[in-house]
């Protein structure tokens, strides 16, 4: 797939406030500092789409991007760690459930896990909780160029073995760099095989 356009449409932080679910919409999503906004970024080859930064929790809403006037990136609140209030994450939390769950266009999950680290729990749990609601994902290990060889090899193995222990059949699983663009055709491909399968929904989206 060859990106000609990618702009930002809006930020909601309300399910009333998303935007039209005509059109289908694949969501990125990780823990805190993850490498989120960088890999859309490298995507979408567009610097500056998402904003980077170096606090963890820096999106708190869900934004919305149209990819050539086709289809929607969708860049979702990270899970886990942020230097906000117990309060703050529970609102994200229900906000993301309800939009994982209920939103009607979404094509996709990719859940973005930190290949320089062991499985962390939050990332386990979050993976069997889409595969219990049946919400279609993939996992895109990040920062693959921070590694040796031998020590990416080691660091797959663990995380496939990981979510082998609850998954019969592993989701598909993409090795990533924002760095070096490794996996941006793989990842792009891929949603192109998938946009094909979209049908409008007939009574707009049930995301509320």
């Known amino acids: 797939m060859h990106i000609s356009t990618a702009l930002f449409v809006k930020s909601s932080t309300a399910p009333d406030h998303l935007p039209p679910d005509n059109i289908p919409e694949f969501a990125f999503i990780g823990r805190s500092n993850v490498g989120k906004s960088s890999l859309i970024n490298m995507l979408t080859s567009k610097k500056e789409l998402a904003k980077t930064s170096s606090n963890p929790g820096k999106t708190q809403t869900i934004n919305h991007f149209i990819i050539n006037n086709k289809w929607n990136l969708v860049d979702l609140p990270g899970y886990g760690f942020a230097r906000v209030s117990q309060e703050k994450r529970d609102e994200w939390q229900a906000m993301i459930r309800n939009y994982l769950t209920k939103r009607e266009s979404l094509m996709n999950v990719f859940v973005l896990v930190d290949l320089r680290i062991e499985p962390q729990k939050a990332d386990l749990e979050f993976i ?3 595969g219990e ?3 279609p994902l993939s996992i895109v290990l990040t920062k693959s160029d921070k590694l040796t060889k031998n020590e990416l090899n ?5 995380i496939k ?12 699983i993409f090795l990533t760099s924002a760095e070096t663009r490794l996996g941006r055709d793989e990842i792009l491909d891929y949603i192109d095989t998938i946009i094909p399968n979209f049908i409008i929904p007939e009574k707009g989206s049930k995301t509320s």
């Not at 080691?154 to 663990?158: A, C, E, F, P, V």
């Not at 073995?161 to 598909?172: K, Q, R, T």
């Open 133 to 135: 609601k049946g919400v």
């Open 154 to 158: 080691r660091s797959q193995n663990i």
């Open 161 to 172: 073995n990981a979510i082998h222990e609850s998954w019969e059949e592993l989701p598909p």
């Open 128 to 130: 069997n909780w889409l």
